[in-house]
């Protein structure tokens, strides 16, 4: 059958429109759903820590996020940072930068002074007993930040070591306790925003020079060491976020993306995605091509699934391609096929056939090219190869997603009115917080 054929009627009966109507109402949504329910559970875990413990925890974390505050003017951390960020961030509420000096015992004698006693130091990850049975302080000699939690209070701590030292390890975390999980926990310098947008990065940096060069339109959330993980996208789940995910363009950037996606996916998010110039992080972006330029690179963000999809054939791995299509949500089913198929030349209900399979379990086997590979030059955006090969969408897909590209609403608003019928999609209008740190618009500023 040839691609001319198939009209929007000839395809509403094939496997792979069969498996999109059975998933449409059910399957993102579900997901969605469950990510939820997961992070109520972590969420209630929490409730049962005796109120007195997490008070004392919650206590000795914020005088030690003072100490270190006090201990950063003048250190080598203060104009580190602000030759990174362009900006001098001393004594800002959302950043909180500190520094923790190169000594054993300083924040260890300044908690118990006063009035700190020691099993809370080592409860709270702030110390630890060496093997002569001393406390001594985590951080030493490190740019320090604050980590909060869903409540907005201190959770743990992100260190980083100086430039040009060989610790080993150029961030440590608070170690695990009954307030740090850090695999279910994301730095940010403002609270994350429901229903608001927000870019996952690698580290802390990055989160600062994202939330600062869009003025916390768009909130920066670093993950803390371990890589994007099902906890971090259970939270953004719950928060019903915009998700767009940062990550470095180089082979490895791009496998950590798709790890990130297929993440992301199961918790029924639909991640946009950029891809940065190789060798450049948001932070080195922002340092070296100035303010504006990430705001920049986030205004061409695209789908996740379709960068991946579009990089796997390229790459000539067309069987990938299609593992990343039968991830994404339904809606993006039929125009990821017609990608695939326009981009390899392979016939285009083969690659439906194959699509629906890998769908339905089985290992991805890409059909046979029917033809040389095509010329079609397959525009990155959504509408705009909609627009190319709209002849080939059903028409709810392609109405879906041109509404999404053109800013009328989210794809997920798209998608959970199309779930929910008379329920009408919403735009986009994210509340910034206020809860701690500066106002939205102290952000940037003297930049």
């Known amino acids: ?4 054929d198939l009209s929007t009627n000839a395809l509403t009966s094939d496997a792979l429109t069969e498996a999109a109507i059975a998933a449409w109402q059910t399957d993102a949504q579900h997901r969605a759903d469950e990510a939820v329910e ?34 950063f003017v003048g250190s080598w951390a203060q104009p580190y940072l602000a030759g990174r960020m362009d900006v001098d961030l001393t004594g ?25 006693d020691e099993q809370t130091i080592l409860e709270t990850g702030l110390g630890f007993h060496t093997s002569k049975g001393n406390t001594v302080a985590l951080m030493r000699d490190r740019l320090v930040f604050p980590i909060h939690d869903d409540t907005g209070r201190i959770a743990g701590f992100v260190g980083r070591e100086a430039p040009g030292a060989d610790s080993g390890a150029r961030y440590i975390n608070t170690r695990q306790t009954e307030l740090f999980h ?17 870019a996952v990065v690698e580290g802390p940096a990055d989160a600062q020079a994202i939330t600062l060069d869009t003025g ?18 259970d939270l953004l789940a719950s928060l019903d976020a915009e998700v767009t995910l940062v990550f470095d363009g180089d082979a490895e950037g791009m496998k950590a993306a798709g790890r990130a996606f297929e993440i992301c996916t199961r918790a029924g998010l639909d991640p946009r995605m950029v891809r940065l110039p190789e060798g450049q992080d948001p932070a080195s972006l922002r ?16 789908r996740a699934g379709q960068v991946l999809i579009i990089d796997a054939v390229e790459a000539g791995r067309p069987e990938d391609a299609l593992r990343v299509a039968a991830q994404s949500h339904p809606a993006y089913w039929a125009p990821d096929a017609s990608i695939i198929a326009a981009m390899t030349g392979a ?3 083969d690659v439906r056939d194959a699509l629906a399979e890998t769908i ?28 190319q090969l709209g002849d080939n969408l059903s028409a709810e897909a392609l109405a879906a997603v041109a509404a999404a590209d053109a800013g009328q609403a989210s794809m997920t608003d798209q998608i959970r009115a199309a779930a929910r019928p008379g329920a009408a999609p919403t735009a986009d209008a994210a509340q910034r917080p206020r809860e701690y740190g500066q106002p939205v618009a102290d952000y940037g500023r003297g930049v």
């Open 360 to 387: 339905g379990g089985a290992d991805p086997a890409f059909p046979e090219r029917a033809a040389p590979a095509s010329a079609v030059a397959v525009e990155r955006e959504p509408r705009a190869a909609a627009t």
């Open 92 to 116: 800002d509420r959302g950043v909180r930068p500190g520094y923790a000096p190169d000594s054993w015992r300083d924040l260890v004698d300044h908690l118990q002074r006063n009035g700190v």
């Open 347 to 349: 016939d285009l209900q």
């Open 1 to 4: 059958m040839s691609d001319t």
């Open 287 to 302: 340092e070296t091509a100035g303010a504006g330029a990430v705001s920049a690179l986030l205004r061409d963000s695209q």
């Open 216 to 233: 916390g339109a768009v909130v920066g959330a670093g993950c803390l060491g371990t890589g994007f993980t099902e906890g971090q996208a």
């Open 38 to 71: 997961r992070q109520v559970r972590r969420a209630a875990d929490r409730q049962w820590l005796e109120p007195d413990l997490a008070g004392r925890l919650y206590a000795a974390n914020e005088m030690a996020a003072q100490w270190f505050q006090d201990q």
């Open 182 to 198: 850090k695999d279910e926990l994301l730095y940010s310098t403002l609270p994350l925003p429901r229903g608001g947008q927000i």
